[in-house]
Structure formats: structure tokens, C-alpha cells
């Protein structure tokens, strides 16, 4: 049900709710798990500098979950949050 009302607000471009629905899809906790949805609401977010989620599709890269393992944008992710102070 959460991620419903997630998807709703997530579609009107609001990062909190992106971040949520990337937990939901990367958890399954109310949809079906899938990575490749979790890593593109993850990226939604990450791209309006949310830093806790951008440690988030840095460890997506750095696993290869959801998206190519790509170490070099893992570390770009990674530093993108730590200057931020995550």
C-alpha cells in the first residue's frame, strides 16, 4: 500500500518518495524486487542531491545491482554524497 502512495508522489519529482520507492523495489516490501527500478528512483533522487541515496546507487554500481557494475561510478556516486557529508 506505502508504495503505492510512494509512486504517486515520486511521479510528481519528490525525492524523499523516490528514495522510499527505491527502497521498496530493492526490498520488495509491497512490489515485486527489482533492482533496475530500485537503481532508476534511486538515480531520480540522487540527481535532485540527495546524499543518502546517492550512497545508495553507488553501492547499486559497485554491485552491479540493478545497473552495470561500474566502479568508476560507484566512486563518483560515493564522493557526490560524501561532499555532502554522508
Known sequence: MAARYYRLAADQGIAHAQA????????????SQDYAMAARYYRLA???SLAQV????GICYSN??????HFGEAARYFRLA???GN
Open 54 to 57: 546517492q550512497s545508495c546507487l
Open 46 to 48: 540522487a540527481d535532485q
Open 82 to 84: 560524501a561532499d555532502q
Open 20 to 31: 522510499a520507492l527505491g527502497d521498496c523495489y530493492d526490498g520488495g516490501q509491497g512490489v
Open 64 to 69: 552491479g545491482e540493478g545497473v552495470p557494475l
